[in-house]
């Protein structure tokens, strides 16, 4: 649809060869308006002059979306603002995901910002502990 609609757009799907040639395209070009990618795309890509990102395809996990969402927002952004979309039939597979995903993500802030944080494992380490696990 995007060339129907006269929209440009690079797409990215598997290789580091081709993630370095869609993004340095992207970046690069001001007609190109969409970096259309798979989940491949959730990785090792700064795609600061972005501004929307548009999930049509959920994650299974809370991480993995904020690790998708988090491609644009980068400190070097000159964006005040980003926008997330997620893409989601009411009633539908994907509607559940993200229900599970929201689930997810609050048993996370439980453990790592709320009541359950002062008694996790890590709450109660040391410096010392921290020093041992990193000599390996």
Not at 2 to 9: A, D, N, P
Not at 15 to 44: C, H, N, W, Y
Not at 116 to 133: E, I
């Amino acid at each position: 649809r995007f060339e129907k609609w006269g929209v440009s757009y690079v797409e990215y799907d598997g290789t580091d060869q081709q993630k370095q040639e869609a993004q340095d395209t992207f970046m690069s070009d001001p007609d190109i308006r969409v970096f259309l990618s798979s989940d491949q795309g959730s990785d090792s890509l700064d795609l600061y002059e972005a501004s929307v990102v548009i999930n049509y395809d959920l994650p299974w996990n809370w991480s993995r979306l904020q690790q998708r969402n988090n491609r644009v927002h980068r400190i070097v952004s000159e964006h005040k603002t980003v926008y997330y979309y997620d893409l989601v039939m009411a009633d539908s597979v994907e509607d559940r995901k993200r229900q599970l995903i929201e689930r997810k993500k609050g048993f996370h802030d439980e453990v790592f910002r709320g009541a359950l944080a002062d008694r996790s494992a890590s709450a109660r380490m040391t410096k010392d502990d921290l020093l041992y696990a990193l000599r390996g």
